[in-house]
Nanobody
Framework: QLQASGGGLVQAGGSLRLSCVAS????????MGWFRQGSGKEREFVAA????????LYADSVKGRFTISRDNAKNTVYLQMNSLKPEDTADYYC?????????????????WGQGTLVTVSS
């Protein structure tokens, strides 16, 4: 129901835009989040946006570099990633919460998409 795409190989300092398209049901009122998991690491929060898009939340490690947004008409959430660093290399997952509420805690997200791999070379 959640399809993430847009990953790829990029050099340090480059940019990528990830997309997460919902199908089968609408998530227009749901809080949406992006998480990532690097090789051998635990999954970590990246960014989230509330159902109406008014509230956003970022991990400290990506603040000022990543921007989350949503287009409810397209049932899509985006993650614009600029100034990428090798430590950003990971599988990136999008997730939807049950309500419009957002948090860094992954327990509030009940729908998960498959990952899209981002690799940043130095």
């Amino acid at each position: 129901q959640l399809q993430a795409s847009g990953g790829g190989l990029v050099q340090a300092g480059g940019s990528l835009r990830l997309s997460c398209v919902a199908s089968g049901r609408t998530f227009n009122n749901a809080g949406m989040g992006w998480f990532r998991q690097g090789s051998g690491k635990e999954r970590e929060f990246v960014a989230a946006i509330s159902g109406g898009g008014r509230n956003v939340l970022y991990a400290d490690s990506v603040k000022g570099r990543f921007t989350i947004s949503r287009d409810n008409a397209k049932n899509t959430v985006y993650l614009q990633m600029n100034s990428l660093k090798p430590e950003d290399t990971a599988d990136y997952y999008c997730a939807a919460a049950r309500t419009s509420y957002i948090a860094a805690n992954d327990r509030i997200y009940i729908y998960w998409g498959q990952g899209t791999l981002v690799t940043v070379s130095s």
